[in-house]
């Protein structure tokens, strides 16, 4: 049974950092490229990261770039992302998913988790 864990959300102030983690299980991990999508209140789903599987290719949105970084620890079975320079924009509720491309024509493949909630607010 494919699982993954999504932690580390939370209430930051503008500026400020969080690191969420996602623990996975049930899956050879280290062979399954990676990502991070969003989903902000009364929006779609946007996808902001991905990571390959040996960790040596990443993508990012624009929107995130230059502020965010993803990473990984196969010998954990962990994805990370590193937010830095928190924005209100920022605010949403956060998935892991076992795809580079995890959404499609707003449709979600692959495994995902059930989410971590990160609010940027003052």
């Known amino acids: 049974q494919v699982q993954l864990v999504e932690s580390g959300g939370g209430l930051v102030q503008p500026g400020g950092s969080l690191r969420l983690s996602c623990a996975t299980s049930g899956l050879l991990f280290s062979s399954y490229d990676m990502s991070w999508a969003r989903q902000a209140p009364g929006k779609g789903l946007e996808w902001i990261s991905a990571i390959d599987a040996g960790g040596s290719n990443t993508y990012y949105a624009d929107s995130v770039k230059g502020r965010f970084t993803i990473s990984r620890d196969n010998a954990k079975n962990t994805l990370y992302l590193h937010m830095n320079r928190l924005k209100t924009d920022d605010t949403a509720v956060y998935y892991c998913?076992?795809?580079?491309?995890?959404?499609?024509?707003?449709?979600?493949?692959?495994?995902w988790g059930q989410g971590t909630q990160v609010t940027v607010s003052s």
């Open positions: 998913a076992t795809r580079w491309q995890p959404v499609i024509d707003g449709s979600t493949v692959g495994f």
